[in-house]
């Protein structure tokens, strides 16, 4: 009774340094871009990009290797460039952003696959569907802010691709007019919470 009690008390305390090591980054708005890109009537790209969102990445370590990310968007700042263009992908038509406000991603699993490169898995949710999807993580780097005392900054940026068709997302509009292969990139500067 005694080794159990023991082995109790040992697991809780290594559950708590477990959880104290780890650290909450959060981006910065400023330096920090949640675009995406599709191809229009096979020939010319249309970039977009959400002005609001929220990022935060959990990690233990230096490099990364253990991140957790979860992120949110607010589908009504979504940025393509014109107002015309951004008020239909508001609609039914899109993403429907009066009954699907919010976009969210939450990592899964990390996985090295390079120096400072990851594939990163985890499900995301936009108009109302649900689908894990793999991406590359990439630190860029965390280095000493000289502008903010000094404080660590760390740089990551993803990219990857999904299917708009996957979510549903504008289903009457052929290949042809709006490619279904969407690209995304969305780099980010973090700061310790």
């Known amino acids: ?54 990022v935060s990445v959990t990690s233990s ?60 898995k985890g499900n995301l949710t936009m108009h109302g569907v649900t689908k894990e999807i793999t991406v590359d993580l990439y630190h860029r780097g965390t280095i000493q802010n000289p502008m903010a005392n000094n404080a660590d900054v760390a740089g990551l940026q993803i990219t990857g691709t999904l299917k708009r068709s996957d979510f549903n997302i504008g289903s009457t509009f052929p290949d042809f007019a709006i490619s279904d292969e969407v690209r995304i990139k969305a780099d980010g500067e973090f700061s310790k919470k």
Do not use: C
Request: proline share 2%; charged share 20%; glycine share 4%.
């Open 61 to 120: 370590q230096a490099d990364f290797s253990d991140a957790v990310i979860e992120m949110t968007a607010d589908i009504n700042s979504i940025n393509t460039g014109i107002e015309a263009r951004d008020n239909h992908l508001k609609t039914a038509d899109f993403f429907d952003a009066a009954n699907h406000p919010t976009m969210t991603f939450k990592s899964t699993s990390i996985e090295k696959a390079g120096d400072r490169h990851y594939k990163l």
């Open 1 to 54: 009774m005694k080794r159990l009690t023991l082995s109790v008390f040992a697991l809780l305390f290594l559950i708590t340094v477990n959880l104290a090591s780890q650290t909450v980054w959060k981006h910065d708005p400023n330096h920090s871009k949640l675009g995406f890109t599709v191809t229009h009537l096979t020939i010319a790209d249309v970039t977009g990009y959400f002005t609001k969102f929220d």
